[in-house]
Nanobody
Framework: QVHLVESGGGLVQAGASLRLSCVAS????????MGWFRQTPTKGREFVAT????????AYVDSVKGRFTISRDNAENTMYLQMNNLKPEDTAVYYC?????????????????????WGQGTQVTVSS
């Protein structure tokens, strides 16, 4: 079981940037594919981005492409989500998640059921 702790959320104005961090412990982070999801009361939990264990493959939901960048530092057991040009519709609780599987595909890694461990979430609020 992987223990995940997110940080970096906050209240910002539209157009601003934030960087979320997710620190992992309890597993071999460098062998674990990871993902970011977000949740709102109206839309439920939504896939945002995923990254393979070695960081070479990434995928994003269309609504964040060109604005968000997922990355990881395996030496620090940390994953990041750099969010630029934030919009009010990005307002949500953001969760990081650790994949339960050894294989990676952009299709399967965009689904919640690929992930076996979740963080507690960090709130991102973007005002207009």
């Amino acid at each position: 079981q992987v223990h995940l702790v997110e940080s970096g959320g906050g209240l910002v104005q539209a157009g601003a940037s934030l960087r979320l961090s997710c620190v992992a412990s309890g597993a071999t982070f460098s062998a674990t594919h990871m993902g970011w999801f977000r949740q709102t009361p109206t839309k439920g939990r939504e896939f945002v981005a995923t990254i393979s264990a070695n960081g070479e493959r990434t995928a994003y939901v269309d609504s964040v492409k060109g604005r968000f960048t997922i990355s990881r530092d395996n030496a620090e057991n940390t994953m990041y989500l750099q969010m630029n040009n934030l919009k009010p519709e990005d307002t949500a609780v953001y969760y990081c998640a650790a994949d339960r599987n050894s294989y990676f595909s952009t299709n399967s890694n965009s689904r919640e059921d690929a992930y076996g461990s979740w963080g507690q979430g960090t709130q991102v609020t973007v005002s207009s």
